[in-house]
């Protein structure tokens, strides 16, 4: 039995955000996962820059990464899970955790980035908070 996948039912269902952004960095897609974990609606962000999300401070090495990227059509992360900070539309810091892989067009070139994120700014500081009271009792045992 075959079975038919709607694809904006899939991207719209799925709990994690979802955004997709052409060669330029310009944003294509934007779920509703992504309008709750980052705060910006849908309007707000298609067409705009990933700058939208991306910490001011880290904008000038991703912009590195993702020119790059699309230059050679090879990304080093393959299929590994990045950690980064991110920024929601209130400024406020987040951990986010995703994957990327390259869009292709039905030619094979190079047409964009789709990046799966979800946010783990809970566990990120939960790890935290973990680690420095190890170290405070560490501290007092003299380990």
């Not at 997709?20 to 962000?45: C, H, V, Y």
């Not at 030619?107 to 946010?119: H, Y």
């Amino acid at each position: 039995m075959q079975i038919t996948i709607d694809f904006a039912q899939l991207v719209n269902a799925i709990g994690d955000a979802i955004v997709i952004s052409d060669a330029e960095g310009k944003i294509t897609l934007w779920n509703p996962a992504a309008t709750r974990m980052f705060g910006f609606t849908q309007s707000e962000a298609l067409g705009k820059s990933l700058d939208l999300i991306i910490p001011e401070r880290l904008r000038g090495r991703h912009w590195d990464g993702y020119h790059k990227t699309m230059a050679s059509g090879q990304t080093r992360y393959g299929n590994d899970v990045l950690r980064v900070p991110a920024v929601d539309k209130a400024g406020r810091a987040l951990s986010i955790a995703f994957t990327v892989a390259l869009l292709h067009s039905p030619e094979n070139e190079l047409t964009g980035i789709v990046a799966v994120i979800r946010d783990e700014t809970s566990r990120f500081q939960e790890e935290r908070n973990l680690r420095k009271r190890i170290a405070e009792l560490e501290a007092r045992v003299g380990a």
